[in-house]
């Protein structure tokens, strides 16, 4: 079992920047790959980005490239996702889930944190 526990969000004016963290325990290197994931309001919920724990390879959808970071610490099991220059429709629940490869589907993560609100105002 891996759990996630995520902190970080909250309100920020359009332009600002927010960063979340994942902090993840239990069997954490079961899993080979973090991501992020975000559900806005009336929308499924959407890939944002992956990392690997070992080699640090990075995905991002295209949406958030150039503006959003996702990194790790190894020593911390930790997984940030910083986010700069925030557009109002980054407004979501953001989750970060642990799975076994760096791919963008849901499916393929097996936990799931519970998810930290960011609302982006304009």
């Known amino acids: 079992q891996v759990q996630l526990v995520e902190s970080g969000g909250g309100l920020v004016q359009a332009g600002g920047s927010l960063r979340l963290s994942c902090a993840a325990s239990?069997?954490?290197?079961?899993?080979?790959?973090m991501g992020w994931f975000r559900q806005a309001p009336g929308k499924e919920r959407e890939f944002v980005a992956a990392?690997?724990?070992?080699?640090?390879?990075?995905y991002y959808t295209d949406s958030v490239k150039g503006r959003f970071t996702i990194s790790r610490d190894n020593a911390k099991n930790t997984v940030y996702l910083q986010m700069n220059s925030l557009k109002p429709e980054d407004t979501a629940v953001y989750y970060c889930?642990?799975?076994?490869?760096?791919?963008?589907?849901?499916?393929?993560?097996?936990?799931w944190g519970q998810g930290t609100q960011v609302t982006v105002s304009s």
């Open positions: 990392i690997t724990w070992s080699g640090g390879s990075t």
């Open positions: 889930a642990a799975g076994r490869l760096l791919v963008t589907t849901q499916r393929a993560y097996d936990y």
């Open positions: 239990g069997r954490t290197r079961s899993s080979g790959a």
